[in-house]
């Protein structure tokens, strides 16, 4: 019996060597890693004398409280904010600094009033589209600013155009609030003609013709003030010659 028992010990033993013969480095990896993982965790649990300031696993309350509370205040931290400008290598132009004006106007442009488009007017823009239930494109186009400017209006103002037959004043009369009723016509007839605006030319100075000049103004990169001038005239000539 007992010679039967070392017989298959000595055979076991000889049946590992064989294995171990086979495939030396794989065995011996293991063995060296079980061996430092030992020295690592008798260093751990029976050498250290006070606790590790950066625990891998707590187990105490007041460690796991400490340790979540460094990420937390961490996370919190206010992020860095990010000023929305527009794009200062884009040339200015005036229709676009008269669409900053209006918006800003109404509480949606906040940025420097510069004419240049950029991330800063193209958002207010879109809000004012989305406000008024408008295609959303964030462009700046003579469209979008009468449609800034009708929005701006007061509630039930008729347009300038209307108020002289409203209150029965004689037509020539109102054009002469610092212009001159024969200019104000010829203007409206090159707008007209231009196709920047579809109105009658009555000499009449009113908001439709103030719009329509602010729009030509605006195209032409001229200063956009609405008012009937021998330049906008003569531009709106030049612009007729040259169709």
């Known amino acids: 019996m007992a010679r039967a028992l070392l017989r298959g010990v000595a055979g076991g033993l000889v049946a590992g060597g064989r294995v171990l013969a086979a495939r030396p480095v794989f065995f011996g990896s293991v063995a060296v890693f079980a061996a430092l993982s030992g020295v690592v965790a008798d260093n751990a649990l029976?050498?250290?004398?006070?606790?590790?300031?950066?625990?891998?696993?707590?187990?105490?309350?007041d460690e796991v409280a400490a340790i979540l509370a460094r990420p937390a205040a961490a996370r919190r931290a206010a992020p860095e904010k990010v000023e929305i400008a527009n794009d200062p290598r884009i040339l200015a132009f005036p229709l676009v600094r008269e669409v900053q004006t209006l918006l800003a106007e109404r509480g949606l442009y906040?940025?420097?009033?510069?004419?240049?488009?950029g991330q800063a007017t193209d958002l207010a823009i879109r809000a004012f589209q989305n406000e008024r239930g408008l295609r959303v494109d964030g462009m700046a186009t003579p469209l979008l600013l009468?449609?800034?400017?009708?929005?701006?209006?007061?509630?039930?103002?008729?347009?300038?155009?209307?108020?002289?037959?409203?209150?029965?004043?004689?037509?020539?009369?109102?054009?002469?609030?610092?212009?001159?009723?024969?200019?104000?016509?010829?203007?409206q007839a090159k707008l007209s003609e231009a196709?920047?605006?579809?109105?009658?030319?009555?000499?009449?100075l009113g908001e439709r013709t103030r719009a329509a000049i602010r729009t030509f103004q605006a195209l032409e990169s001229l200063e956009v003030t609405g008012e009937p001038t021998r330049e906008v005239l003569a531009r709106l000539e030049a612009v007729s010659a040259g169709r």
């Open 46 to 61: 029976n050498r250290q004398t006070g606790r590790h300031p950066h625990p891998m696993l707590a187990t105490r309350p």
């Open 110 to 117: 906040t940025s420097g009033i510069d004419g240049r488009a």
């Open 146 to 187: 009468s449609q800034i400017r009708a929005a701006n209006e007061p509630p039930g103002a008729p347009p300038r155009d209307e108020i002289a037959s409203l209150v029965n004043v004689d037509p020539g009369a109102t054009a002469g609030i610092g212009s001159d009723a024969e200019l104000v016509r010829e203007i």
């Open 195 to 204: 196709q920047v605006a579809d109105i009658t030319a009555d000499g009449i």
